[in-house]
Antibody, heavy 118, light 108 residues
């Protein structure tokens, strides 16, 4: 059973860059898309973007100017960087897996809360 | 704003059948999937590609689709089905994933 675990700072200052890493275990990082999804407190889910093991990426148009997702297949990890954060970026951030042929998320990490505050 | 629209809240009596809907133009071309989220927990996939259930999901959960509307049906709702339900699919461009705003299901 594949498992995903997010890691990174829980507090980021406004205007700085949020950085998170997701470690994948129990399965190969190849042949899947790997997503970042966030959920502000008390609100719904928002897809941030995904990366394929080859490095191909696609981002939510509303966040594209601030988002970079990268992958390190040797470590079975992929990472999120979100620049110029504001308090509106405070959310539970999930990493997740999407099968190559699908549009759905079949495995989720437990999520990590990131608060943007000075 | 989401390109997939869901009713914010739905209720169902214990043991009865409930349908949760998701509307969006992209659903004419791409399959919808559904995930369940209970308080304090990560979402869990319950239906994918219109009407497929992952292993371990009870068969009271089913999916369907017609035109621009996808539906999740729970036949014989149980107390443990009380949760938020999100549909997801691709957007109109086909290049991005998108979620509906979510439906809070209350089991009475």
């Amino acid at each position: 059973q594949v498992q995903l675990q997010e890691s990174g700072p829980g507090l980021v200052k406004p205007s700085e860059t949020l950085s998170l890493t997701c470690t994948v275990s129990g399965g190969s990082i190849s042949t899947y898309y790997w997503s970042w999804i966030r959920q502000p407190p008390g609100k719904g889910l928002e897809w941030i973007g995904f990366i394929y093991h080859s490095g191909f990426t696609n981002y939510n148009p509303s966040l594209k100017s601030r988002v970079t997702i990268s992958v390190d297949t040797s470590k079975s990890q992929f990472s999120l960087k979100l620049s110029s954060v504001t308090p509106a970026d405070t959310a539970l951030y999930y990493c997740a897996r999407t099968p190559r042929s699908g549009s759905y998320i079949d495995f989720w990490g437990q999520g990590t809360l990131v608060t943007v505050s000075s | 704003s989401s390109e997939l629209t869901q009713d914010p809240a739905v209720s169902v009596a214990l043991g009865q059948t409930v349908r949760i809907t998701c509307q969006g133009d992209s659903l004419r071309y791409y399959y919808a999937s559904w995930c369940q989220q209970k308080p304090g927990q990560a979402p869990v996939l319950v239906i994918y590609d219109k009407n497929n259930r992952p292993s371990g999901i009870p068969d009271r959960f089913s999916g369907s689709s017609s035109g621009n509307t996808a539906s999740l049906t729970i036949t014989g709702a149980q107390a443990e089905d009380e949760a938020d339900y999100y549909c997801n699919s691709r957007d109109n461009s086909g290049n991005h994933l998108v979620f509906g705003g979510g439906t809070k299901l209350t089991v009475l």
